[in-house]
Structures are given as structure tokens and as C-alpha cells.
């Protein structure tokens, strides 16, 4: 593989000459996600703000819990109560147009996720019925989802 062009101008100016020319070696980043193969998401928030997350096209439910939890834990913190996920996925999930995001090995192309769209946080119900009616812990966790990030 030539870094030369035959017939450019520096071509015709080393030709016949002693210098080498050293193949050009490739870099392959198809391990980096690039900008296309990125879903930008929207996340409403239980108190009406938002924020966005970006995830793989390809991603699943699971990665995309991941991405909502990592922007949190990055972001600063005004209260320095830790929060416990597994706590917040067991009481609220993720939702798309009617769908809640509850099985972590589903994909989101199976929901019909594109980019740009919104995803909801709300609070798990069974039935219409709230798992925990009056639970002071989850008020404390709807604080905490609320201001992080403010």
C-alpha cells in the first residue's frame, strides 16, 4: 500500500529517487461508538425537568437504566444520600409510549426507540395499583430524582 499517488505532483517530483515510501498503516475504531451509531435520548423526569442520555443503537433496556444511573452519579450532588438503584428500578421504570421498560435484556428497537425520542420515569404499577401507597423511603427517592439534577 502506497501513501503516493502515481501521477500526483509529489509523485512525479520523488520518482526515480532513493526515498522510501512506508505504507500507511490503518487505525480501526469500530470499537468507539460513533456519533451515527448513537441513540440521544430524552429523560422526563418525575418532576417534570429533563435530561439526556445517549446509548448505542443497539442497546437494551438494561444499558439504558445504566446511562440514566451513571448521569446521576456524575452529576453534583446538593444531598450526599447515596442512592440505591436496585431500590429505584424495583419501584419506578422507564416508560415509551404506553410500554414500561422492565425486561433489562429487551432492546430498544423493539419498542420502536429512535433517536430524539422520550422516555418517562414513573412509578411502577401493577394494576393501577402503587406497590407502596405512603412509603416515606420512596418520597425520599422521588426527592432525590428530582434535584439531582438541578
Not at 72 to 98: A, M, T
Not at 99 to 110: A, M, P, Q
Amino acid at each position: 500500500m502506497s501513501c503516493i499517488v502515481e501521477g500526483s505532483a509529489l509523485g512525479r517530483a520523488i520518482e526515480g529517487s532513493a526515498a522510501s515510501v512506508v505504507p500507511r498503516k490503518s487505525f480501526s475504531y469500530c470499537k468507539l461508538p460513533q456519533q451515527r451509531q448513537l441513540l440521544k435520548l430524552t429523560v422526563l423526569k418525575l418532576d417534570g425537568t429533563c435530561f439526556d442520555v445517549q446509548v448505542a443503537r443497539t442497546a437494551s433496556v438494561g444499558e439504558l437504566k445504566q446511562a440514566v444511573e451513571d448521569v446521576f452519579n456524575q452529576s453534583p450532588k446538593e444531598d450526599h444520600r447515596k442512592i440505591s438503584w436496585s431500590h429505584v428500578w424495583g419501584h419506578f421504570c422507564l416508560c415509551y409510549e404506553g410500554y414500561k421498560l422492565i425486561n433489562d435484556k429487551e432492546f430498544l428497537r423493539d419498542f420502536g426507540i429512535r433517536d430524539g425520542d422520550q422516555v418517562v420515569l414513573r412509578k411502577l404499577e401493577i394494576c393501577g395499583i402503587s406497590w407502596l401507597e405512603t412509603d416515606e423511603h420512596e418520597k425520599d427517592v422521588v426527592n432525590l430524582l428530582s434535584i439531582e439534577q438541578r
